[in-house]
């Protein structure tokens, strides 16, 4: 279990739960607000939607602990709200609603479009309520419902509310007292550098949750080289980074100590994890701790990982590299860190590293250079493909 603290609806709630439990169950059974919906589980439907930070998202595919921190509204605590209010009305005028599952949900986007964009036309809105989906009244009745909200607090001279000044849902606020790091999140404005690294690495508590919490993922493979060898380039930061696809080191590395950047693309994000890297090594067992700590301005996530690298001599001059990682992903991209997206990252992240370091020992170039973008998604889609095809290999 995995303590955490938010505001749901205006209060403070310091609480535990499972690490895997999504918002929208952690609410509905937890906290018994079943005004949040779950029709598809999976980030598609919409029925789960409510506001994280004043920002519509998905609770479905959004973990209670990556939102340890941050103000959580579900249409309970919109009841007192005036364009709830106005929705309320106009839905039922309009026969908005049939069912109603998809009316909660339907009201929280509903209320984003008049609040955020006043003049948007048809087109627009219905743009913006492509995410919800309703199965039952079709959208006639709630284009409609919104188009009548509009004139009305056109005609009272409402202004609209830009709370988006930043992007992703999650964890622009202060931490719950003791619980985790919390960073404000603000981008950076257009044109100026992203925020500096930290430059402490982050405390004990939070390497603690990385071992309670953490997703572990262990990696072997072998070089032909001796062991002697591979220790000495292990213990060169700037040479790993260099064959480690999407990493750079950003400052020169200094007593096991570097500044670096992880760049990754996951469709259509690119996040760029600035941070720190720790490395203890103990000659006498071959093997080394890396801890990394970073973060992403832009969506506000955080990534903390402890590596371990241990390696074994094996006959013929070669060397077996034994990896074991254990990370925590937490912010607007926590959604990303599903173990089995994250396995076959790992997997190509693995395979690519082995063939550089091999590169690298026999002096020739390495195949990803440095800096490059680490594409997660198309890494992914890629080993879907290779699973797809060794299933019907196996048939035929
Ligand atoms: S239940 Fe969350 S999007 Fe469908
Ligand atoms: S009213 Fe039934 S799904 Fe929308």
Redesign the pocket.
Known sequence: MTKLGMQINGKMVVTETEPRTHL?DFLREQQFLTGTH???????????TLLIDGVPA????TYAVACDGAQITTIEGLRDDPVIADLREAFSANHALQCGYCTPAMLISCRDILTRLPDADEPRIRLELSGNLCRCTGYVGIVAAVKEVQKKRKAAGARPILFRDRLGPVGAHAPAAGQGERTVRKSPPAGKAPAPPPKEIVGAEQWRAVETDGVELLQSFRVPYPRAQVWKFFGDLEQVARCMPGARLTKPALDGRAEGEVNVKLGPIVSAFAGVVEVVRDADRFSGTVRGAGRDAKSGSNARAVIVYRLQDLQEASTQVDISVKFLLTGALAQFGRAGLVKDVADHLTQVFAANLEASLSGKQISESAGATLNAASVARAALWKRIRAFFARWI
Do not use: K, N, P, T
């Open positions: 929208a779950i029709g598809c589980e999976h980030g598609v439907c919409g029925a789960c998905r609770s479905c595919i």
